[in-house]
């Protein structure tokens, strides 16, 4: 329930600060929290046998994930991450890391906009691996997010086009305190394949299933309105 959950965000995100195991930036509430230990996460994540296979990520733009976003630049992956609340027709940055002038600069939420390719949903290419940030995850693959709902709904864009499935892997890096049992997904929640912390790797057995569109019930007509592509697929 949005209560319970919203209840579960306040715990982790006072937890990670009181034990100063959040990192910049400050507070660690309200958003994807970053972590101490966000880049041996990443490295754990890059020894994984699916990243080494996937070509094409679709990753978010906070700060925890912002080692593996580098990394896989530097990999030789092209990375997709969401324009903010999919605002525009174009929703989509591309980051190819063979026509970047400055890939270091293009990982960065602050950097993406300047030196990144703005697309449309119809030029994205099939995605390999799904990154997602969370602020809370349980072992069985239930997350949690900030609660706006953009990376499931950017997941389910993606569904809609045919890009991601079933059968595409979705991981998360978070901090050992992020993990945390007993989270009930709603409807809409895209569970996730693989937890990587810093520590350990958890393959999760995902008893949950995984959403092959967009949940039309979940969104009023205001917020189909704000984002273009789904006043396209609505249409």
Known sequence: MPGDKET???TVWDDLED?????????????????????RAADRLADLPEWADADTLKANPDAPQLPARRGALDAGKTVYMAVPRLRDERCFYRLDPAELDDPDAAATVSGVDAHAEQVGPDAVDRVDLVLVGSVAVSPA??????????????FAVLAELGLVDADTTVVTTVHERQVREGIDPDAHDVPVDIVVTPERTIRTDLPFERPEGVDWTALDDERVAEIPVLERFRS
């Open 141 to 154: 693959g239930a997350r949690v997010g900030k609660g706006e709902g953009y990376s499931d709904l950017e």
């Open 19 to 39: 034990s100063g195991a959040a990192r910049f930036p400050f507070p660690p509430h309200g958003r994807i929290p970053n972590f101490a230990g966000a880049d």
């Open 8 to 10: 579960l965000r306040q």
